[in-house]
């Protein structure tokens, strides 16, 4: 089979997943299709979570997160990821852009992960600091 078929059928199989996916029940999963995003870039961007969740709750950042050869590939500043201090809604956004090198609602990616129960506390962290950023 040639590469233009395979794409071609991959794009189809893709469609048909997406109707056997429960969306309610998978919203983050649905987001990630639909925006494309790479399972490296998934595997970073739940890291970064699970460290945002640490320096949220005041806790000491896991050796599973550091020196990860995960993060180097989108190059970014493990020095500011790894401080001791709250995460802020620009650091997310900034590690957001590296990572996915799209545009898209931070609130939607935020809300798919909450309704998925993926790191909730961080997500109701970032959408509370949206709000207070809209006002």
Same mark, same amino acid.
């Given at each position: 089979?040639?590469?233009?078929?395979?794409?071609?059928? %991959?794009?189809? =199989?893709?469609? @048909?997943?997406?109707?056997?996916?429960? !969306?309610? *029940?998978? #919203?983050?999963?649905?987001?990630?299709?639909?925006?494309?995003?790479?399972?490296?870039?998934?595997?970073?961007?739940?890291?970064?979570?699970?460290?945002?969740?640490?320096?949220?709750?005041?806790?000491?950042?896991?050796?599973?997160?550091?020196?990860?050869? %995960?993060?180097? =590939?989108?190059? @970014?500043?493990?020095?500011?990821?790894? !401080?001791? *201090?709250? #995460?802020?809604?620009?650091?997310?956004?900034?590690?957001?852009?590296?990572?996915?090198?799209?545009?898209?609602?931070?609130?939607?990616?935020?809300?798919?992960?909450?309704?998925?129960?993926?790191?909730?506390?961080?997500?109701?962290?970032?959408?509370?600091? %949206?709000?207070?950023?809209?006002?």
């Amino acid at each position: 089979m040639d590469v233009v078929k395979e794409v071609k059928l %991959l794009k189809y =199989q893709m469609s @048909l997943m997406k109707h056997m996916i429960n !969306a309610e *029940e998978h #919203p983050f999963f649905m987001f990630a299709i639909d925006h494309e995003f790479e399972e490296n870039q998934v595997k970073a961007f739940l890291k970064i979570l699970g460290v945002f969740s640490c320096r949220i709750k005041g806790e000491e950042i896991f050796k599973w997160y550091q020196n990860d050869q %995960l993060f180097s =590939q989108f190059n @970014l500043s493990l020095d500011k990821l790894y !401080a001791s *201090e709250p #995460p802020t809604l620009e650091e997310l956004k900034m590690y957001v852009t590296k990572i996915f090198y799209q545009e898209f609602e931070l609130e939607y990616l935020l809300c798919s992960l909450k309704k998925q129960f993926i790191q909730t506390e961080v997500c109701d962290f970032f959408l509370k600091c %949206l709000k207070t950023d809209l006002k």
